[in-house]
């Protein structure tokens, strides 16, 4: 009996390849295109609006630095795109469940972490990138609204690093969500939970700590996601590296739960 | 080669596939045949490793599959011909399939040939019909140019030029020294495209053979003959487990002889016989006949009937 056909070293499965895959995986969809759009576009929006607000003495005394003011009006935007990055990197991999692409995607890649890995690096990247696009572009449009008011910031370290953090919160939500949705695999409960976790813990946890008078909550609502990523780049109760630390771990926890349940279940 | 090891996969307290064993060969087809729920779509899953057998152990030349290093070079699957992102077209959905193991344009654009899917290639495969899903999934198990084939129902929803073309097309994979595995409930579909069938019933085989040996075993098996001297015939041919019925003035069915047997005794006897015909059971009947006990979801038809008459 003769096989006729060899397999060739060229083509084995690698991490690079796996990695190349997802990238071709994530801009074929136009769920991303547009998710991606709106973040952008929105970050301009708010922009503009909210540095007019700012600088504008009709509203208001100014009483930020002009540096700070330009930092919140560059990332105002992206508190509304974490939630269009939780619900994109839910839909990541909870799509391929709903459609059966998963079958295929660990067929192709039957160890599975390195496709979970994959999924997560391209997502970070892509996501960052995109941030960055989103808050350079407004940190533009602030800039030309912020001087033609008569306020002039620097463009200091300052603004530069809490801009490169906020890029850097907006990914960790998308790993954070990724996480949930691995976890869940489905979109209707992965998307309400990301959701849940972002926009509701912190209300629910406000209003406990209020009627309850329990320290321990009050303690704990800096390190939510929400909070704690905000903070990141707009300053808070915490350090730099206790946020930073706090969001790390609400990407990796759910990430890490989502790596074990996917090796353990069938796909 | 495909080789099952004592298999077992149970969801809870269902047993979905009981201890099975089997070696699947190159350059032949091999068929898995089975009531709906016998647990093949369980088992071609176990073998790409989508379910993890509860015990024993399935390997593809030698090895599991995830542990080999170009997974898609060694086995192409067409597990569910819906497998795919119905948001991204067939296009980039073979792009990315191909670029996890760095198989590029070249390839895809030939297996889009090669399943006559150029036309709607670009189109997202949400819209695609069953036919075209299928053909999609035929192009993906083609991407790696693997050794093993491992096709589940991949005649389902095709037009008959589709068929005929899935046939000629697993022949021929068969015949370039290829290990081709394909289930389907269609008995005739496996009896012109299949050299050696596995049978399943309720999660355990039945049959393991070639398919001319399935038939022949099928019991059943009868002699047709038509003579003038049909009843001295009859008293010729009587002997313990033989069956003889008489369907006509003129003719005869035999059970337990052959057709040779019955023509040698004749002459023996001196009688005339004007036709002799060895009855072959179809395939479909010898299918019924291994699997009537082990039918997951039985049909309450002659239930029914008594009740209505």
């Known amino acids: ?267 | 080669m495909i080789t099952a090891q004592a298999l077992i996969k149970r969801y809870g307290a269902k047993t979905a596939v009981n201890n099975i064993n089997f070696d699947i060969k190159p350059g032949i087809v091999t068929g898995f045949l089975g009531p709906n729920g016998a647990g093949k779509s369980t088992t071609m899953r176990m073998i790409v490793g989508l379910d993890r057998p509860t015990s024993g152990s399935v390997t593809v030349n030698g090895r599991a599959y995830a542990d080999h290093a170009a997974p898609l070079r060694e086995v192409g699957a067409l597990l569910d011909a819906k497998a795919v992102h119905t948001g991204r077209s067939a296009y980039n959905h073979l792009l990315a399939m191909g670029a996890t193991h760095g198989i590029g344009k070249a390839r895809v654009n030939e297996v889009i040939g090669m399943t006559g899917l150029d036309s709607v290639a670009g189109k997202r495969v949400g819209g695609f019909s069953l036919g075209m899903g299928q053909r999609l999934g035929i192009a993906a198990a083609l991407l790696g140019d693997p050794a093993t084939l491992i096709l589940d129902e991949p005649v389902n929803g095709l037009d008959p030029d589709g068929v005929l073309w899935v046939r000629n097309l697993v022949r021929s994979l068969a015949t370039e020294g290829r290990t081709v595995f394909l289930s389907s409930h269609l008995m005739s579909e496996m009896a012109v495209t299949a050299d050696h069938l596995i049978v399943l019933g309720r999660g355990s085989i039945i049959a393991d053979a070639p398919i001319a040996e399935i038939l022949a075993a099928a019991t059943g098996t009868s002699v047709k003959l038509r003579s003038p001297q049909a009843p001295a015939l009859a008293t010729a041919l009587a002997a313990p487990g033989v069956t003889i019925t008489s369907t006509a003035a003129d003719s005869l069915t035999i059970a337990g002889l052959t057709a040779a047997e019955v023509g040698e005794a004749a002459a023996r006897a001196g009688l005339v016989l004007h036709e002799l015909t060895p009855g072959s059971a179809s395939l479909e009947q010898a299918y019924m006949q291994l699997t009537e006990n082990d039918v997951e979801y039985q049909t309450l038809a002659p239930a029914l009937q008594e009740v209505s008459r």
């Not at chain 1, 990695?19 to 994530?26: A, D, N, Q, T, V």
């Not at chain 1, 969500?177 to 992965?190: E, K, P, Q, V, Y």
């Open chain 1, 1 to 267: 009996m003769t096989t006729t056909i060899a397999p060739t070293t060229l083509s084995r499965l690698s991490l690079g390849r796996v990695i190349h895959s997802e990238w071709i995986k994530l801009r074929s969809l136009r769920s991303t295109i547009w998710s991606y759009a709106i973040i952008v576009l929105v970050s301009l929006g708010m922009a503009f609006v909210l540095s007019s607000a700012l600088s504008n003495p009709d509203f208001g005394p100014i009483i930020d630095s002009p540096e700070h003011t330009l930092i919140q009006a560059s990332t105002f935007g992206l508190s509304f795109g974490v939630l269009v990055v939780a619900v994109l990197g839910v839909l990541v991999i909870s799509g391929e469940y709903s459609t059966g692409m998963a079958r295929s995607t660990f067929t192709a890649v039957p160890k599975r972490l390195p496709a979970l890995a994959a999924k997560a690096i391209v997502l970070f990247v892509a996501t960052y990138v995109v941030g960055l696009v989103a808050t350079l572009g407004s940190a533009v449009v602030a800039l030309v609204v912020l001087n033609g008011n008569g306020l002039q910031p620097a463009i200091t370290g300052d603004v530069i690093s809490s801009i490169l953090l906020a890029c850097l919160y907006l990914s960790l939500v998308a790993l954070f969500a990724l996480g949930i949705g691995t976890m869940l695999r489905s979109s209707a409960g992965g998307i309400a939970a990301a959701l849940g976790l972002l926009l509701l813990l912190p209300t629910v946890l406000m209003v406990f700590a209020s009627v309850t008078q329990a320290q321990w909550a009050v303690d704990l609502i800096p390190y939510l996601l929400t909070n704690a990523g905000e903070s990141m780049f707009l300053g808070g109760e915490l350090e730099l590296w206790q946020s930073l630390l706090a969001v790390v771990l609400w990407a990796a926890v759910p990430l890490a739960g989502g790596a074990v349940l996917l090796k353990r279940r069938d796909a």
